[in-house]
Protein backbone atom coordinates (compact mmCIF):
# COMPACT_ATOMS: atom_id res chain seq x y z
CA UNK A 1 0.00 0.00 0.00
CA UNK A 2 2.81 2.50 1.03
CA UNK A 3 4.48 1.57 -2.58
CA UNK A 4 1.26 2.08 -4.46
CA UNK A 5 0.88 5.64 -2.34
CA UNK A 6 4.96 6.66 -3.10
CA UNK A 7 4.49 5.54 -6.75
CA UNK A 8 1.49 7.59 -7.46
CA UNK A 9 2.81 10.61 -5.46
CA UNK A 10 6.00 10.41 -7.65
CA UNK A 11 3.89 9.83 -11.03
CA UNK A 12 1.73 13.06 -10.08
CA UNK A 13 4.94 15.13 -9.77
CA UNK A 14 6.07 14.40 -12.52
CA UNK A 15 3.10 14.57 -14.32
CA UNK A 16 3.25 17.95 -13.57
CA UNK A 17 6.58 19.14 -14.20
CA UNK A 18 6.47 17.71 -17.75
CA UNK A 19 2.92 19.33 -18.25
CA UNK A 20 4.20 22.14 -16.94
CA UNK A 21 7.36 21.96 -19.87
CA UNK A 22 5.22 21.09 -22.78
CA UNK A 23 2.54 23.47 -21.40
CA UNK A 24 5.61 26.18 -21.81
CA UNK A 25 6.19 24.99 -25.22
CA UNK A 26 2.45 25.22 -26.68
CA UNK A 27 1.80 28.25 -25.27
CA UNK A 28 5.72 30.14 -26.54
CA UNK A 29 4.71 28.62 -29.72
CA UNK A 30 0.98 30.09 -29.78
CA UNK A 31 2.29 32.73 -28.71
CA UNK A 32 0.44 33.09 -25.52
CA UNK A 33 1.11 36.31 -22.84
CA UNK A 34 3.10 34.35 -20.28
CA UNK A 35 2.66 36.89 -17.36
CA UNK A 36 -0.83 36.10 -17.30
CA UNK A 37 -2.15 32.34 -15.69
CA UNK A 38 -1.27 29.91 -16.56
CA UNK A 39 1.99 31.45 -18.38
CA UNK A 40 3.44 32.51 -14.81
CA UNK A 41 2.55 29.44 -12.78
CA UNK A 42 3.98 27.63 -15.88
CA UNK A 43 7.80 30.08 -16.14
CA UNK A 44 7.65 29.51 -12.20
CA UNK A 45 7.53 25.51 -12.53
CA UNK A 46 9.88 25.11 -15.00
CA UNK A 47 12.26 28.19 -15.32
CA UNK A 48 14.97 25.96 -12.98
CA UNK A 49 15.36 24.04 -16.07
CA UNK A 50 14.19 25.96 -19.52
CA UNK A 51 16.71 28.89 -18.55
CA UNK A 52 19.96 26.53 -18.79
CA UNK A 53 18.87 24.12 -21.38
CA UNK A 54 18.39 27.60 -23.52
CA UNK A 55 21.77 28.74 -22.81
CA UNK A 56 23.25 25.73 -23.70
CA UNK A 57 20.84 25.40 -26.88
CA UNK A 58 22.31 26.45 -30.22
CA UNK A 59 20.95 29.92 -31.67
CA UNK A 60 19.22 28.61 -34.47
CA UNK A 61 16.95 26.42 -31.74
CA UNK A 62 16.68 29.21 -29.16
CA UNK A 63 15.25 31.49 -31.89
CA UNK A 64 12.96 28.88 -33.63
CA UNK A 65 9.33 29.01 -33.44
CA UNK A 66 9.18 26.13 -31.44
CA UNK A 67 10.68 26.18 -27.63
CA UNK A 68 13.03 23.49 -28.17
CA UNK A 69 14.14 24.37 -24.43
CA UNK A 70 10.46 23.60 -22.79
CA UNK A 71 10.16 20.50 -25.68
CA UNK A 72 13.98 19.22 -24.26
CA UNK A 73 12.81 19.86 -20.45
CA UNK A 74 9.73 17.92 -20.70
CA UNK A 75 11.89 14.73 -22.47
CA UNK A 76 14.27 14.96 -19.32
CA UNK A 77 12.01 14.91 -16.84
CA UNK A 78 10.18 11.88 -18.47
CA UNK A 79 13.55 10.17 -18.66
CA UNK A 80 14.14 11.20 -15.12
CA UNK A 81 10.82 9.58 -13.93
CA UNK A 82 11.24 6.54 -16.24
CA UNK A 83 14.65 5.97 -14.45
CA UNK A 84 13.06 6.50 -10.96
CA UNK A 85 10.38 4.58 -11.51
CA UNK A 86 12.95 1.69 -13.25
CA UNK A 87 15.17 2.00 -10.32
CA UNK A 88 12.06 1.77 -7.46
CA UNK A 89 10.70 -1.03 -9.60
CA UNK A 90 14.26 -2.84 -9.47
CA UNK A 91 14.23 -2.28 -5.70
CA UNK A 92 10.71 -4.35 -4.88
CA UNK A 93 11.80 -6.91 -7.46
CA UNK A 94 15.03 -7.39 -5.22
CA UNK A 95 17.37 -7.00 -8.46
CA UNK A 96 20.28 -5.14 -6.92
CA UNK A 97 21.75 -3.75 -10.08
CA UNK A 98 19.86 -1.91 -13.41
CA UNK A 99 22.76 -2.91 -15.31
CA UNK A 100 22.41 -6.57 -14.95
CA UNK A 101 19.83 -6.69 -17.31
CA UNK A 102 21.77 -4.07 -19.79
CA UNK A 103 20.35 -2.93 -23.03
CA UNK A 104 17.20 -3.96 -21.90
CA UNK A 105 16.84 -1.57 -18.93
CA UNK A 106 18.02 0.98 -21.38
CA UNK A 107 15.33 0.83 -23.59
CA UNK A 108 12.59 -0.22 -21.39
CA UNK A 109 13.46 3.25 -19.70
CA UNK A 110 13.11 4.89 -22.68
CA UNK A 111 9.92 3.58 -24.23
CA UNK A 112 8.56 4.67 -20.50
CA UNK A 113 10.03 7.94 -21.11
CA UNK A 114 7.98 8.57 -24.52
CA UNK A 115 5.21 7.17 -23.12
CA UNK A 116 4.72 9.09 -20.06
CA UNK A 117 5.40 11.83 -22.02
CA UNK A 118 2.82 11.41 -24.86
CA UNK A 119 0.33 10.44 -22.25
CA UNK A 120 1.06 14.46 -20.35
CA UNK A 121 0.94 15.52 -23.71
CA UNK A 122 -2.39 14.13 -24.92
CA UNK A 123 -4.12 14.69 -21.34
CA UNK A 124 -3.02 18.28 -21.44
CA UNK A 125 -4.81 18.67 -24.86
CA UNK A 126 -7.97 17.13 -23.45
CA UNK A 127 -7.79 19.47 -20.59
CA UNK A 128 -7.64 22.45 -23.28
CA UNK A 129 -9.92 21.59 -25.25
CA UNK A 130 -12.28 20.41 -22.61
CA UNK A 131 -11.68 23.67 -20.80
CA UNK A 132 -12.43 25.43 -24.21
CA UNK A 133 -15.44 23.68 -25.08
CA UNK A 134 -17.70 24.31 -21.63
CA UNK A 135 -15.78 28.27 -21.57
CA UNK A 136 -17.49 28.71 -24.83
CA UNK A 137 -21.07 27.47 -24.07
CA UNK A 138 -20.82 29.15 -20.44
CA UNK A 139 -18.68 32.45 -20.88
CA UNK A 140 -17.38 32.78 -24.25
CA UNK A 141 -16.13 36.51 -23.96
CA UNK A 142 -13.86 35.24 -20.70
CA UNK A 143 -9.90 35.55 -21.14
CA UNK A 144 -9.55 32.33 -19.86
CA UNK A 145 -11.73 31.23 -22.63
CA UNK A 146 -9.84 33.70 -24.75
CA UNK A 147 -6.61 31.88 -24.18
CA UNK A 148 -7.77 28.40 -24.29
CA UNK A 149 -9.33 29.40 -27.42
CA UNK A 150 -5.77 30.41 -29.03
CA UNK A 151 -4.09 27.18 -27.31
CA UNK A 152 -6.82 24.63 -28.87
CA UNK A 153 -7.25 26.06 -32.12
CA UNK A 154 -4.28 24.59 -33.54
CA UNK A 155 -5.67 20.99 -32.84
CA UNK A 156 -9.72 22.07 -34.24
CA UNK A 157 -9.13 23.85 -37.06
CA UNK A 158 -7.96 20.78 -39.26
CA UNK A 159 -11.34 19.03 -37.87
CA UNK A 160 -13.41 22.20 -38.65
CA UNK A 161 -12.34 22.19 -41.81
CA UNK A 162 -12.77 18.17 -42.35
CA UNK A 163 -15.92 18.40 -40.92
CA UNK A 164 -18.96 20.82 -41.01
CA UNK A 165 -21.13 22.61 -38.40
CA UNK A 166 -24.30 20.23 -37.89
CA UNK A 167 -27.23 22.29 -36.63
CA UNK A 168 -25.18 25.13 -35.83
CA UNK A 169 -22.97 23.29 -33.56
CA UNK A 170 -19.81 22.88 -34.18
CA UNK A 171 -18.87 19.49 -32.87
CA UNK A 172 -15.12 19.41 -34.00
CA UNK A 173 -13.99 19.54 -29.81
CA UNK A 174 -15.71 16.75 -29.18
CA UNK A 175 -14.58 14.52 -31.93
CA UNK A 176 -10.69 15.65 -31.46
CA UNK A 177 -11.64 14.71 -27.43
CA UNK A 178 -13.08 10.94 -28.58
CA UNK A 179 -9.71 11.14 -30.40
CA UNK A 180 -7.42 12.22 -27.79
CA UNK A 181 -9.37 9.30 -25.41
CA UNK A 182 -8.89 6.77 -28.15
CA UNK A 183 -4.85 7.53 -28.35
CA UNK A 184 -4.82 7.16 -24.35
CA UNK A 185 -6.53 4.02 -24.68
CA UNK A 186 -3.86 3.03 -27.26
CA UNK A 187 -1.26 3.77 -25.44
CA UNK A 188 -2.16 1.62 -22.25
Do not use: H
Request: hydrophobic share 65%; charged share 10%; with cysteine.
Amino acid sequence: MLIRILSFLLETFFFVLIGAALLRAWMNGCRVNMRAQPGSFVMAVTDWLVKPLRRALPKAWVQSRIDWASVMAAAILALVYALISAVLFSLLAGIDELTVLGPAVLLSVLASALKILIRVALQTAMVVVIGFAILSWVQPRSPACSLLSRLAEPLLAPLRRLMPAIGGMDLSALVLILALQIGLMVLG
